[in-house]
């Protein structure tokens, strides 16, 4: 063996070797926002290049807090609050194709989702753009579909999977009779064609949507009897995190060509925390969050032996509640920042900082290969009948701004197609034949005129607390 492939053995050649967490400065984080403390095992947080939101502490009900990214530093105990769920909130997902909506998922058995507005409302928002009701238990995962507008996905612990087209506020498909307990997680792949699930029955399945069909699975890929996690790859294989049956935490790696077999499977250590896997595609690494552990462990995966290669280890002193991960394209560049985590604790949300070490200040276009961007790539009909397409991909050279507030709107099919409710009529139905359809947009449009009016006024006053806020603090 030549001296050259000695030394290559020796250590690995890779770019993100030297990839170092750091936290922000205390000035930057959130404070004074009282974390859930519902017991379940989601991430509790979620972050676009506009938002953090937080689920929250809330009497009689559920709900989560939004703050605008550079909204640091104490938040009011009386900032606005997103509440709509008659029980605790157990999941939050913001659309990928649009930065301004979040969904939802609650105790109470629907899942909603919610327009946002860029400035900071003055009452709490209570009125979701639209409820999707479909479960009979409590549902405790969302996941948007990566490429196709307004498809949502909900699994409850009635032990069903739901798609729903956002857009009309109507399910599109119902995976019953998949899953015989209670599902962990569900994942999409890169183009959104199938599914990958981890179940209490100890079972990871791959399902493809569309054909209601389970098409891979594989029973124990861990042999613990605690929760599992399984997330996709760019390339389509799978990786899992679970327990041995000595409680050791492990990590896999999967081919679905022949799932039998394991490509990689290490032990970790026997914390009992499950842990929460992060995936970014671009740079091939996963962050394992663990919930309860107060460190962040990473690994690049690569197609040599080993295959999951051991980075380095975050450490920190307090212990995370839960943890946002920033997609790509709210990521600094400028400061060589592959990935941004949003640390919950008990009180406050604290950022960590992801960041290859770079002499030069140019753009580091091996860092930073072009990254999914906000516009779908497919209509949730077209995903439906059968089409798939790759995300629709951006530079990030000079940086992302995010695009301005859009409006989602739901379109509720056939609404004037159905019949009248018994008993008498009063007045004018939608159904009379007097009653034409120009009166009834006149109306909707009426609607429309007072509700922007109100919108108006609320940012209104929202703008001129801010500036007296502004005002009374300068002459403190």
Not at 292 to 321: C, M, W
Not at 426 to 431: A, F, K, L, M, V
Request: hydrophobic fraction near 35%; include cysteine; proline fraction near 7%.
């Amino acid at each position: 063996c030549s001296p050259p492939a000695m030394s290559r053995r020796v250590v690995r050649q890779s770019k993100f070797r030297h990839v170092f967490g750091q936290p922000v400065k205390a000035d930057q984080m959130y404070e004074d926002i009282r974390v859930s403390k519902v017991t379940w095992d989601s991430s509790f947080c979620a972050v676009n290049p506009k938002f953090v939101a937080i689920i929250v502490e809330a009497g009689g009900g559920g709900a989560f807090i939004v703050l605008p990214l550079a909204k640091t530093g104490r938040v009011d105990k009386n900032h606005p609050l997103v509440t709509g769920h008659t029980a605790p909130v157990l999941d939050i997902d913001w659309c990928p194709h649009n930065d301004n909506v979040i969904a939802s998922a609650s105790e109470d058995t629907t899942v909603m989702v919610w327009q946002i507005p860029d400035y900071v409302p003055v009452r709490s928002i209570t009125e979701p753009v639209v409820t999707l009701e479909g479960h009979s238990k409590r549902v405790g995962i969302i996941s948007w579909h990566p490429t196709a507008r307004n498809v949502l996905l909900s699994a409850g612990c009635d032990n069903l999977v739901i798609l729903w087209n956002v857009g009309t506020g109507e399910m599109l498909l119902a995976l019953e009779d998949m899953h015989t307990d209670l599902i962990y997680n569900v994942g999409w792949n890169r183009n959104g064609s199938l599914l990958v699930t981890t179940c209490k029955d100890k079972k990871v399945r791959v399902i493809d949507p569309r054909k209601q069909q389970i098409v891979a699975e594989k029973t124990k890929p861990h042999d613990g009897a605690r929760p599992m996690r399984a997330i996709f790859m760019a390339d389509g294989k799978i990786f899992t995190t679970g327990f041995s049956k000595m409680s050791e935490r492990q990590l896999g790696l999967w081919d679905l060509k022949n799932f039998e077999e394991p490509i990689a499977l290490q032990e970790m250590d026997t914390s009992n925390g499950v842990l929460l896997p992060f995936y970014d595609p671009d740079s091939s690494i996963v962050y394992l969050c663990g919930k309860g552990d107060s460190s962040i462990r990473y690994f690049e995966i690569t197609d040599e032996a080993p295959y999951v290669h051991y980075l380095n280890t975050y450490s920190s002193k307090e212990p995370q509640r839960g943890m946002g991960f920033m997609p790509k394209r709210g990521l600094d560049v400028s400061k060589c920042e592959i990935a941004r985590f949003f640390k919950l604790h008990e009180r406050k949300c604290e950022p960590i900082v992801m960041t290859v070490p770079r002499k030069s200040d140019l753009f580091q276009d091996d860092l930073y290969p072009d990254t999914p961007g906000p516009e779908p790539a497919l209509e949730a009909d077209e995903w439906l009948s059968g089409k798939d397409a790759e995300p629709i991909l951006i530079s990030l050279r000079d940086g992302y701004v995010p695009v301005k507030n859009r409006e989602l709107k739901v379109v509720k099919k056939n609404i004037l197609d159905n019949k009248p409710p018994p008993g008498p009529r009063r007045g004018h139905s939608t159904c009379d034949p007097d009653f034409s359809r120009p009166a009834l947009e006149e109306v909707l449009e009426e609607i429309r005129a007072l509700k922007e009016m109100v919108e108006a006024q609320e940012k209104r006053i929202s703008d001129l607390e801010n500036k007296l806020c502004q005002f009374t603090n300068g002459t403190d």
